[in-house]
């Protein structure tokens, strides 16, 4: 089992840039693929980006390519999630889960309980 806590958010200008941290407890962190999503109010969670186990592949959703950066550090349990030209439309609750299976079927079986940002205009 691996519980996951997500840290970093906060309130920034439009432009701005926020670095959201997930510790995960447990010793089987390197096993898991690694997923940030976001919900905004009125809308549906969002899957934003994801990370295989050792770091050497990833996805990002054409809403954040090329300005959100994921990356992990299995010695320190913690997957990360560099957000860069922060825009309004980025504002949402941001959720760090652990998945498992295959890389285009991962199941997301362990979430954190969230990280607010908010992007002001």
């Known amino acids: 089992q691996v519980q996951l806590v997500e840290s970093g958010g906060g309130l920034v200008q439009a432009g701005g840039s926020l670095r959201l941290s997930c510790a995960a407890s447990?010793?089987?962190?390197?096993?898991?693929?690694m997923g940030w999503f976001r919900q905004a109010p009125g809308k549906e969670r969002e899957l934003i980006t994801t990370i295989n186990w050792s770091g050497s592949r990833t996805y990002y959703s054409d809403s954040v390519k090329g300005r959100f950066t994921i990356s992990r550090d299995n010695a320190k349990n913690t997957v990360y999630l560099q957000m860069n030209s922060l825009k309004p439309e980025d504002t949402a609750e941001y959720y760090c889960?652990?998945?498992?299976?295959?890389?285009?079927?991962?199941?997301?079986?362990?979430w954190g309980q969230g990280t607010q940002v908010t992007v002001s205009s």
């Open positions: 447990g010793r089987t962190f390197s096993s898991y693929a």
């Open positions: 889960a652990a998945g498992v299976g295959s890389w285009l079927s991962l199941s997301y079986d362990y």
